[in-house]
């Protein structure tokens, strides 16, 4: 009974054994992970190890897991524009490292490669980018710094085998003083448009009465001349033409019962 119960220990202390042993061989990667491999007698090994369950040799060799997903990173920087005008700037960076060259990372930079590389020459290349225009082109012409700034990052960027998947300026603001100025200019313009618009305003005031004196003068001209051609026969048509019109009207009202001179009264208007 001894024996057996010997024998089942032994057993299994020897499965547990080859179960430890076979455990210490293997190590998994997890989705979005890749792993290094770094051999205590031959330094860290090119191959790249994805996801699943890997082989290695126990106390040999050590996996190092590196993540290698998209990841974002914000870069926040103070520095002077052309004209000397201070600048807060922040730039947002999605960035990733290049699968196969892991072990280059890993040996020239280490497992915390972003916050080793990327703040250091982003910085730098903001301050490079920004002293090349001045504060209102920075506001006009925005676009065109990003597009620098993401060219000249992205150019570094694979030199330290990393990939930039987007880089986006999210904040630029400028100093106290400029930003006053800024908006002491706004409110000039408002201001000389607001006056532009009413010297506009009375210029096309100023036409319209022209044009209307224009047009009453050419009026007076063309009946002066029409007076001229027909003579006094105008003159005494519309003389006729209101006496009728007076001799109808009192004709029809109820307080008037007599009215000399019929339709004729007014003829002698004028006469002298």
Known sequence: ????????????????GVGACVQSCLYNVDGGHRAVIYDYMRGVLPDVKGEGTH???????????MDARTRPRNVHASTPSKDLQTVNITLRVLFRPIPERLPQIYTQIGVNY??????????????????????????????????QINELLAKRA????????DVSLTHLTFGKEFTHAVELKQVAQQEAERARYVVEKAEQIKKAAIISAEGDSEAAEMLSTAFQKVGDSLIELRKL??????????AASPNITYLPGGKNMLLNVGAR
Do not use: C, N
Not at 123 to 146: G, M, N, P, W, Y
């Open 1 to 16: 009974m001894d024996k057996a119960m010997r024998k089942l220990t032994w057993l299994g202390a020897g499965v547990a």
């Open 55 to 65: 082989f290695r040799i126990p106390i040999l060799q050590r996996p190092i897991i």
């Open 114 to 147: 972003d916050d080793v590389v990327l703040p250091s020459y982003t910085f730098e290349l903001l301050r490079a980018v920004v002293a090349q225009f001045d504060a209102s082109e920075l506001i006009t012409q925005r676009e065109i710094v990003s597009q």
């Open 158 to 165: 694979e030199e330290s085998h990393l990939l930039l998947d």
């Open 241 to 250: 033409e209101a006496a009728e019109e007076i001799a109808d009207t009192l």
